[in-house]
């Protein structure tokens, strides 16, 4: 972390430059940070409108500072993404959104100081 970064602002940071990603790749964003009580919290719900119709995608964003302890997308567990699954299936519960389906991925983001972000994504992971 740089000087004066908490953990939050570097996970805050992170989130950013992956919402940018996934909107340079066309995605539209549909909710940040959506919390569902007792299971937790899905980073980023964005629409893809690609071939093979519309897929909602649920993206859970983890972002390091160096790679002390592994890569960022090495955080992202098998309990991880049961749990993306189950938070998919409320988000999906509670809304009426035109779908033909929807898709968990993974976004990685290095912010080693003194270079550019590098940012990984994994599309269908869960």
């Not at 592994?70 to 749990?83: D, F, Q, S, W």
């Amino acid at each position: 972390m740089g000087a004066g970064q908490s953990r939050q602002d570097v996970g805050r940071q992170g989130e950013d430059l992956a919402v940018a990603e996934l909107e340079r790749q066309g995605l539209e964003v549909l909710a940040r940070n959506w919390r569902c009580g007792r299971l937790g919290e899905v980073d980023i719900v964005a629409l893809d409108r690609g071939p093979g119709g519309p897929t909602v995608v649920f993206c859970e964003v983890k972002c390091r500072s160096g790679l002390g302890f592994g890569h960022p997308l090495e955080a992202i567990t098998y309990a991880k993404r049961r749990t993306l699954r189950q938070l998919a299936a409320e988000w999906m519960a509670e809304r009426t959104v035109p779908v033909g389906r929807i898709r968990i991925d993974a976004i990685g983001v290095l912010l080693t100081p003194g270079q550019p972000p590098q940012i990984s994504h994994v599309k269908a992971v869960g």
